[in-house]
């Protein structure tokens, strides 16, 4: 039997055809993938931005701002995807693949758009400090048990995910670097925030298998 996506994943293809329409355009980009990921906060993938330390709604507002809007439609049922917006959710039913998993969901449609990499949504998500390192890392978090809050000082991070942590860190010191090569210093400043968050997530943590 052919795996399935989940009610949010179908969801969120369906509400990108709706976002398109809002915004006039006569293809599903990818863009409109992530509008739509944006819209519900219970989601997985709206849950792996707020441990990332983005604001859903803010990335919402930004790509508003970043596409110039055409005439509204509601007729959107037959809008096609673009070559971009196919890829990307060819990629995430490889990510539920790869992960194992016996669904595709909003988590796995994220890390498409990161890895399609061209689309305005993986711009968008760069420029946001979301990489997949962060995203699978955030993905096998959401995954362990609740944990009460008396109890977090006794978090033990599994081996997995600290590898994933780890590799995060290396992504934003590159983007750290790279903005002190380029004399951006509000957003070197801004990437050593995000690295410092990373660091008190590992910090005084030992892995278990």
């Known amino acids: 039997m052919a795996k399935q996506f989940t009610e949010w994943g179908k969801q969120v293809l369906s509400g990108a055809r709706s976002e398109a329409g809002r915004l006039g355009s006569d293809y599903v980009r990818t863009e409109h993938i992530l509008l739509a990921l944006c819209r519900d906060p219970e ?40 070559p971009g917006a196919k890829k990307a959710v060819e990629l995430a039913i490889k990510e539920s693949d790869r992960l194992g998993q016996d669904y595709i969901g909003t988590e796995h ?57 780890e590799q995060a860190r290396a992504e934003v ?6 903005a002190l090569r380029d004399g951006e210093y509000e957003k070197a400043t801004w990437w050593r925030a995000k690295e410092r968050a990373i660091l008190d997530l590992l910090g005084g943590t030992g892995a278990k298998e």
């Not at 983005?54 to 995807?81: H, K, N, S, Y």
């Not at 010191?173 to 790279?178: F, H, K, R």
């Open 43 to 82: 989601n997985t993938a709206v849950r792996a931005f707020a441990g990332l330390g983005v604001d859903a709604q803010a990335l919402t507002a930004a790509i508003d701002r970043r596409v110039e809007p055409g005439t509204p439609t509601l007729d959107v049922a037959d809008l096609p995807f673009t």
């Open 109 to 165: 449609l994220l890390l498409g758009l990161l890895k399609e990499d061209e689309g305005l949504a993986a711009g968008m998500l760069r420029e946001q400090g979301v990489g997949t390192a962060g995203v699978q890392a955030e993905i096998e978090r959401l995954a362990e048990p609740d944990i009460p809050a008396a109890a977090k000082e006794d978090f033990v991070l599994t081996s997995r995910v600290k590898i994933a942590l």
């Open 173 to 178: 010191e590159q983007e750290t670097e790279s």
